[in-house]
């Protein structure tokens, strides 16, 4: 399929990117990776009048690991993420979700703000930010200002980001030495989304439990969190099944999908409290 026409931009600033969405409103988007946009742009499911592409902006990339907190630009990618010996060494969780995100060759494009920014309930890095408790900053007319990823989602595809703003950075707490992390994902193939995916920290006086594609948006519980720091895995698993609200599509029936979420979970919840110190 070949896209409708459009006008195609490359800013080399923030303030330039964010004058190109107030100038041209809903007739514009930003693309980071593409891996989302493009192909609905292909299929015709979204017509635009103006690319915006932030690949030149340089403020957006990079990784800093300082005073107990990971700052992640926007547009670094999930093969960065992966190949950061110290980001892999604060919050291991992260390395282990980007592995499992699709195949090396949409790693070395796909990139962090672009997972998180567009609500997709089936990307990976929504609910692992979640977990992890990350904020997000955004960037717009009027300033900047964060919002926490458990604040960001509203539904499917709709978030706390107005349209003509563009998220930043994300911004991490990195966990207390000794915590125990996984996360497990069940899918049909490489490259395709997840039935269910778990993220999962274990650390001595708490947890946090986070799941994806089992609702219009990820789902962390707060609920299923306070069982696990208290050593109730299966009222963890039981809080979890009550929070999501998966519906039947290529990927089975509800049912099925609430199995295969109590699986990954107990897996992951295995795996995070194997590796707790």
């Known amino acids: 399929m070949i896209p409708a026409g459009f006008e195609y931009h490359r800013p080399a600033d923030l303030a330039s990117a964010v004058g190109l969405l ?6 514009a988007r930003v693309v980071a990776g593409g891996h989302s946009l493009i192909p609905m742009m292909k299929l015709r499911m979204a017509e635009l009048g103006h690319l915006v592409d932030l690949q030149a902006i340089g403020e957006l990339k990079g990784i800093e690991i300082a005073d107990g907190t990971a700052i992640l630009g926007a547009m670094t990618t999930q093969h960065e993420l992966i190949e ?3 980001l892999a060494t604060a919050i291991p969780l992260l390395r282990e979700a980007a ?45 900047t200002r964060q919002v926490a990823a458990r604040d960001f989602y509203e539904s499917a595809y709709f978030t706390a980001r107005a349209d003509d703003e563009i998220l930043t950075k994300v911004t991490i707490p990195v966990p207390a030495a000794g915590t125990g992390y996984a996360y497990a994902k069940q899918k049909r193939k490489i490259g395709d989304y997840a039935t269910a995916a778990a993220a999962v920290l274990v650390g001595t006086a708490s947890a946090s439990v986070a799941m ?13 969190g306070m069982a696990l720091a208290n050593g109730d895995i299966e009222g963890c698993v039981a809080a979890m099944l009550a929070a999501i609200d998966p519906q039947e599509d290529m990927r089975g029936p509800i049912a099925f999908k609430k199995h295969v979420a109590a699986v990954i979970l107990r897996r992951a919840i295995d795996s995070a409290l194997s590796r707790r110190a």
């Open 212 to 224: 994806t594609n089992l609702s219009d948006t990820p789902v962390w519980s707060e609920e299923a």
């Open 22 to 27: 107030q100038e041209h409103g809903e007739e």
């Open 99 to 143: 592995l499992q995100i699709a195949d090396p060759q949409v790693r070395y494009l796909g990139t962090v703000g672009g997972n998180v920014a567009n609500g997709d309930p089936g990307n990976d890095m929504p609910g692992l930010m979640q977990c992890l408790g990350a904020r997000f900053e955004l960037y717009g007319p009027a300033g």
């Open 84 to 86: 950061h010996a110290d």
